[in-house]
């Protein structure tokens, strides 16, 4: 018998223990707050992503000081380029845009989703 799926365990753990910034954003996304569907944590291949909608192949990453750092940009670089051929349009939110313009980051988000 398998044990639990690695990604699906991880997606949970992060559900559990979100950052300030991903919180403020749920807040912003949560029940169809914008009229679609989004999961936070959300599993898609071999990664979890912060925020997903599937209807429209639309996820929302919100991006701390970490994803600055030469490394985690090649990580993230390769990621999104999976993510990209998978069929998904990708918005990075810097916390700080989080914590400063949630109204423009909302914006954004309404472009995107209304065109």
């Known amino acids: 018998m398998a044990g639990p799926d690695p990604i699906i365990e991880r997606a949970r753990g992060n559900r559990k223990n979100p950052t300030n910034a991903e919180t403020r954003m749920w807040s ?10 989004f999961r936070r944590q959300h599993p898609i291949g071999p990664y979890v992503v912060d925020f997903a909608c599937s209807s429209i192949h639309l996820i929302i990453e919100v991006d701390g000081p970490s ?7 090649a990580f993230d670089a390769m990621r999104s380029e999976y993510l990209r051929l998978a069929g998904w349009t990708i ?11 949630l109204g423009e980051v909302e914006a ?8």
């Open 28 to 37: 912003l996304l949560r029940d169809r707050r914008l009229n679609y569907k």
């Open 67 to 73: 994803h600055s750092d030469p490394e985690q940009r």
């Open 91 to 101: 918005l990075r939110v810097p916390n700080e845009h989080v914590y400063l313009s």
């Open 108 to 115: 954004a988000i309404r472009g995107i989703l209304e065109p």
